[in-house]
């Protein structure tokens, strides 16, 4: 099954017709290429050529950024840290640096502890904050924006999401996968589905990418430049009761150096995570944003994870 392309530029005069696009790739391959977005290219630029500066630091340079310090799931990934298919037996060949909503240290959700209510972490590059909390702010409010189309194609208001990602707990995910070693059992990024609500992902182009839709084999994600490669997660998928498919991927080890750019929408950490009107007998218990994404988390990192 092939995701489809959907160019997002026609939803403002087709809202019915892009609503039923994406609902039907949402219920089929789970996953579905955005164009006609209006991020502009040399945002995008800016945030890879600041992403590759970053994972070019020698490690004692990355260390004390350390996702592992921090318990708001902020920083840098070192490879082999995480395994998100555990039962593998094998780590994740990438690294990684987490971005979340910027907060100061004096804000009251951060005095208060609130869950992943937190301040960044930054390196000492310039104009590296500068470029990722532009891109952050304008793929959050595309990513709010697409749950418009959700809305409607499942029979609800059109704004019936928006109080629920009034401050959502968005990660934006810089990543970096070294080439392939040729070792048995080597893994970019293992077979998993994503937590949240829905994901926003840019690549370099470098083949990798596959996905397994249900009931079929891996096959690779073609790659459509200046296209995001958008996939429900799961926290969607519980919330539409399976309407929503979210679907496992995973990313091969790469012949020459892969770089993307994640996106992580998770709903706020006060939304109650309950199958919506009009899906059917609930198969899930309510659960607020923040317990699922904290209970997910762990599974990745072990113990409480960095969350």
């Not at 039923?20 to 164009?35: D, N, Q, S």
């Amino acid at each position: 099954m092939t995701p489809p392309v959907i160019d997002w530029a026609r939803y403002a005069a087709d809202p019915e017709g892009v609503a039923r696009e994406i609902g039907a790739a949402c219920r089929g391959p789970g996953v579905f290429l955005l164009t006609g977005h209006g991020i502009a290219p040399s945002l995008v630029d800016e945030v890879f050529a600041q992403a590759a500066r970053f994972f070019a630091l020698p490690e004692a340079a990355k260390a004390p950024l350390s996702i592992l310090n921090s318990p708001h799931n902020r920083g840098w990934a070192a490879e082999g840290a995480e395994a998100l298919d555990p039962a593998s037996g094998q780590a994740d060949r990438k690294e990684a640096f987490n971005i979340g909503l910027d907060l100061a240290a004096d804000d009251p959700r951060v005095a208060a502890g609130a869950p992943f209510r937190g301040v960044n972490l930054w390196p000492d590059q310039p104009g590296f904050r500068a470029a990722m909390l532009r891109y952050y702010d304008a793929v959050l409010a595309l990513g709010v924006d697409l749950h418009r189309a959700f809305a409607r194609d499942l029979g609800l208001p059109e704004d019936w999401f928006a109080p629920r990602f009034s401050a959502p707990m968005a990660t934006l995910r810089l990543l970096s996968y070294p080439p392939a070693k040729g070792t048995p059992g080597e893994i970019g990024a293992g077979a998993h589905t994503d937590y949240g609500s829905v994901t926003l992902l840019a690549t370099d182009g470098a083949p990798g990418l596959q996905i397994r839709p249900r009931g079929g084999d891996w096959t690779d994600v073609a790659h459509v430049p200046g296209a995001f490669v958008v996939n429900i997660g799961d926290c969607l998928m519980r919330w539409t009761n399976d309407t929503y498919v979210s679907t496992p991927h995973r990313v091969l080890p790469p012949e020459r150096a892969r770089r993307s750019v994640a996106f992580f929408l998770d709903p706020d950490p006060d939304a109650c995570i309950a199958p919506l009107p009009g899906t059917g007998v609930p198969k899930y218990p309510p659960v607020t944003g923040a317990d699922y994404l904290r209970g997910r988390l762990a599974a990745t990192y072990g113990a409480e994870g960095p969350a």
